[in-house]
C-alpha cells in the first residue's frame, strides 16, 4: 500500500454535504420529529445512590391533567424478556448484576429509574412525576473503589461482593518479576494514577421515540444513537420481538463520543410502552436528567510500575488497574479497561515481559462505559506519565528518553509483546515534526533563563506518544476477549440506471462527515462526481447489516467495506463492458469512468452506458443477472495503529494554580487521508476532550452518592475562551493492511492530550518539587499541590 | 385541561403568530413546539450551553431564557430565517467553508450568537471572538474552526 496522491477528491479538502441542512435548521433530531398522537414518557427517578423500594404508589400521578398512566418497574416487569443486555463477559466468572429498564426492589444509583409516567405532553408527564409517592429504605453508598472492593458495604447483595471480574494479560510475568522486584533492571518507577469519572456531554441529550404497528405488528424506534444496527438485535432479545418487526432509525445524532453506544432503558421503555398503549410514545432527556442517566466515562486507579537497564531502555511493565464499573454493568462496561490493557506499552520496543491485571467493582454511581477512546486514553495516560517519571529518574530528557525507545521504523510490521501486530509506524518523524513546530528546544532554552528561584511564572513543556488500537476490530479476536458480536462491517454499492450511485453503509454517523468521506472514496474509484454519489446510513430499514459507529472504526472499516464493494461492480461492469467491445474483460483498463481496450483507446464505453446497460438487461452476456451492485462484509483482518507526537506548553501562574495553554501541537498519522478537512476536525475536537479532561473536567460525588455537578453551569464543559487554537500537522504512513491505507483518527485527539497537558504542568513546577499532579488540574488543585511539594514554603 | 393560557403575538422569521401559551411556557419551546420551528435546539436546562440562541428584536438571546409572554409583540430571527432566497446567510458559508460545525447540534445556537457578536464588533480579534462565544458550549470542534469561520466572516 502506497501513498495516495490526490490526482482525484481523495486528499483533497472538500466541504462537507452535510452542512447545509445542520445550518439551516432543516435537519432532525429525534427530538424535532412531529409524531401526532405520541404520548411524552417521563421517569421519576431515584435520589438515592442506594436504597431499597419500600413502596411505590402511582396512583396520584394518574390525577394530574395530561397524565394517561403511570407504573413502578414491578407494574412493567411483564414487558421484559429478558433483562438489560450486556455485551462483553469479558470473563467466565464475571458477576453481573440483573438489572431492568426500571428498578423494582432496589435503587442502585443516584438516577436510577423506578417508575414512569406517560402524558399528551412533556410538561404535563413531569407534573405527573411529582405525584408519585415513593417510599425508601437508604443504605450506605460506596463511592470509593478501594473500599468498595473491600466489600464493607455490598451493593447488589445477590452477588456477594462489589467485585465484578479480574482480568489478567501476563506476559513474560517472570521476567517482569525479575526486572523489577529482583533488582534486574537498573531503574524503577512505580507510580499511581487517578482517572477522575467524566461525563460526556454530547450537546444533544438522548432522545428517542417508538411508533408502532399495532396491526402490522412491526414497531419503529427512533434514538439519537451511535449503534442502530446493534440496538435493533438487543431490542428484539430484550423485549421479545422477532428481530424482523423491529426497525431502528438514527435521525441525526448530536454527538455521541460514546455516551449514545448503549441500550438504554428508556428505549426500552419507548418501545414496551407504545406497543402496550398502541400509539408513539417518545422520551426526550433533560441535561441534568442525561449527567446521571446517561453512562460516564473513565473511572480508574491506575498502578504502573516500569523497569529500565542502564541505557534507559524500558524492559518490563507492571499494571494493577482498579475500575469502576457504577452500579450496573451497560453494554461494554466491563470491556473498557480491557480495550486499554494491549496499549500500557504504548510506542516503546518492549519484550515479553507485560503483568497486566484489571480488578473491576460495582459503585452506587451511574454506570461508565465507552468514552472517547475507551480504555486507550487511560492507558496512554499512565505510560507517557510514567515514562515522564522514569526520564525524571534517570535525568534524561524525557522526548529523548522517548526516542530511545521507541519501536523503530525499520521494525514495523512489528510483533508486539502481546502478540498483536502493528501494522506501520514511524514514531521518530512525528516526535521530530511536533517538536519542530513546538520549538522544544527552545522551549527548554527558555526554561533556564524563566524558571529560576522566586519565578511565580513557570514555563513547562510537555510531550505524549502515543499508539491508538482501533479499527474495531477482528471479529476472532474479539471473539478471543469474550465480546458477544463481530467487529465487520456491510456496504452496497448499487449503480442506478442513470449512473448515480447509491451506497449503503453500516457505519453510523453522529457528526463525522461520513456521507461526504464516503461519496469520495466512491467518487474516485468509480470515476463519478461525488455529488452523483447517495449515502444511506442510519435506518436499519435501508441499512440492514452493520455495526456502526465507535472504536475510530467508520472508515477503517466501513470505508474499506466501500471500497471493496466498488471493486466488485466495476468487475462486473468489466464483463458487460467486454460483451459489447467484444473482448476479454483482462483486455480493459478502467480510468476516469470509462473502460477501454488497452493499447486501442478509441474502442471504449463509459461506466453510464454499461449502467444502462444493465439496467435494461437487453444485452448481457449470457447468465448475467441485471443490475449493476455489489454488497462486501468486511471482517479487517488486523486492528489498525495510528500514531502521533502531542506536544503542549504552558505557563503556570505559582501564585494563583492557574494553567495558561500557550500552545498545542499535534502531529498525527492516520495513514492516508481521505478529507483533510475533517480529519484536521476530529483532532481539534479530540485535542479540547482530552485537555479538558487535564484542566477542567470531573463529576463530583459526594459521600452520600449525590452527583454534585449534574448541570452544564458546574460541570466545566470548556467554552472557546478556555481553551487555545492547535496546531494540527501529519506525518502520512499507510497502513499495509487494507486497501485504503487508512488508520482512523476519531480519538487519537483525545488519547494524545491528557497525558502532554499534565506532562507539560509537572514539567514547569518540577524545579518546586512537584512530580504529579491530580486531574482535573484546576487552580486549587495546582496551587495545592505547590504548597505540598514544597512544605507550603514556595 | 385547567390550565390558565395567555393570549400572544410573536413575528417569527417576518411572519406573524398569536398563539395561547401557558405562562411557564419558555419561547424556546413556544418556537420549537408551538411554531414548530425545530431548528433551535435545547442543549441544557440551566442557560449554560446556548443551543438555544435567537435573535430577538435584534440581539442575540438565550430562548429558554425568555418567557413566551415576555415575547408578546416581538421581532424574532431563528436559524430557518437567515437563508434568502435559497441563499445561506454569509454566516452560515463561513461556517461550512471552515468546517466549523460537525454534529450540528450547537450550530443554529453559534451562528445566531456569532452574527450577534459582529453585528456589535464588526472587526473583533481573535481573543474577542473567543469571549464573545463563550456562551454557548460545543463538543465536537475544540472551537478553533468556529473561532476561524466567524474571523473568517468578519473578514468578509
Redesign the interface.
Known sequence: MTEVAPTGVIGTRMLRREDPALLTGEAKYTNDLSLPGALHLAVLRSPYANANIVSIDVSGALAVPGVVAAYSGADLQSQWAGPMPCAWPVTADMKNPTHYPLAVSKAAYMGDGVACVLATSDVAAHDGLEAINVEYEALPAVIDLEDALSDRVILHPELGTNKSYTWDLKLGEAAVAAALDGGGAKYVVKERYIQQRLIPMAMEPRACASVPQPFGGDITLYSATQIPHILKVMAALTLGIPEQKVRVVAPSVGGGFGSKLNVYAEELLCMALSRKHGVPVRWNEERGENSVATIQGRGQIQDIELGADENGKIIAIRVRILGDMGAYLQLVTPGVPILGAFLYAGVYDLPVAYDFSCTSVFTSMTPTDAYRGAGRPEATYAIERAVDAMAAKIGMDPLAFRKLNFIRKDQFPYTAFSGLTYDSGDHLAAAEKAAGLADYDGVRARQVTQNVEGSTKRLGIGVSSYFEMCGLAPSRVLASLNYSAGGWEAATVRILATNKVQVVTGATPHGQGHETSWSMIVADKLGVAPEDVDVLHSDTATSPLGLDTYGSRSLVVGGVAIDMACDKVIDKARQIAAHQLECSPDDLDFAGGVFSVKGSPDRSTPLAAIAFAAFTAHDLPDGMEPNLEAHVTYDPPNFSWPFGTHMCTVEVDTETGQVEVLGYVAVDDCGNQINPLIVDGQVHGGVIQGLAQALFEEAVYDTDGNLKNGSLAEYLVPAASDVPNITTDHTITPSPTNSLGVKGIGEAGTIGAAPAVINAIVDALSGLGVRDMLMPASPNTVWKTIQAASGGSK | ???STVQITVTVNGTAHTSEV?P?TLLVHHI?EGL??????????????G?CTIHLDGESVKSCTVLAVQADGAAIT???G??QNGE?HAM?KA???N?G????????GM?MASIGLLNENPNPT?EE???G???????????????KSVLACAAG
Do not use: K, W
Open positions: 385541561m385547567g390550565v401557558e411557564r420549537r414548530n420551528l425545530t431548528g433551535t435546539n435545547v442543549g441544557c436546562d440551566t442557560s449554560s450551553c443551543a431563528t436559524i430557518e437567515l437563508a445561506m452560515q461556517f461550512m467553508e468546517h460545525l460537525q454534529c450540528g447540534y450547537c450550530t443554529p451562528v481573535e471572538v473567543r469571549l462565544l463563550e456562551g454557548n458550549l460545543c463538543r465536537c470542534t475544540g472551537y478553533h474552526n468556529i473561532v
